[in-house]
């Protein structure tokens, strides 16, 4: 069984002042898929983001995904904190979700800077942290995540 981590970066909900709504979203749907998931990881922005992605890869998990951080807020760093832990970026898997955030109306996807890409074994994506972001990018990241996986794994490419 394949094994994933959702980290939701957000000072707010780590601090309590509200709930994790996206997080759940992301676990919900992996879980769907397949995969063994725990809980979702909140941290406050900033290191405690880079943190968490750290102790998610090292942990050997197949997939991260993380929700938050990706704006243009002063505090929103999450892209920063991802960037140095990846071997390799994967540019069209943001460009796809900010792509179908804007088919869906939300003119204001394009303002994402998430990333995504490879670190050691583990395919790590960073998504908005709004709860229709992560509805979005679930529905993009369904049906290329486990080629994807399959790929980091060694396996071969594959025409759909």
Known sequence: MRTAVVITASTRAAAGVYDDRSGPIAA????????????????????????????AISSGADLVLTTGGTGLNPTDSTPEQTSPLLDRQVPGIPEALRAAGVANGVAGAILSRGLAGVAGRTLVVNLPGSTGGVRDAIDVLHPV????LDQIAGGDHRRE
């Open 28 to 55: 919900q749907a992996l879980r769907q898929w397949g995969f063994h998931v725990d809980e979702p990881v909140v941290v406050a922005d900033g290191p405690p983001v880079g943190e968490a992605l750290r102790a």
């Open 145 to 148: 995540v486990e080629h994807a």
